[in-house]
């Protein structure tokens, strides 16, 4: 049994229309660059609620 990538879910679709669209799928994978280059904090930006503490004074301004 032979493994497909493509699967035609409405149509008849010609063997030219076929390699029409494997062509374009390939060259937009080609066009992508192979690993995102990673810029940025390694932290998170937020904090965690569980590890605040549980008492905030009425008058703070993180209320």
Known sequence: MSE???RVEKGH???EELAAIT???MARAA???QAPA???RSTAGWRRL???PG???P???QG
């Open 31 to 33: 066009g992508r660059p």
């Open 50 to 52: 569980e590890r605040t």
């Open 38 to 40: 990673h810029h940025g």
């Open 23 to 25: 062509a374009i799928l």
């Open 13 to 15: 679709p010609e063997p």
């Open 4 to 6: 497909s990538l493509l």
């Open 59 to 61: 008058h703070s301004w």
């Open 55 to 57: 008492f905030r004074a």
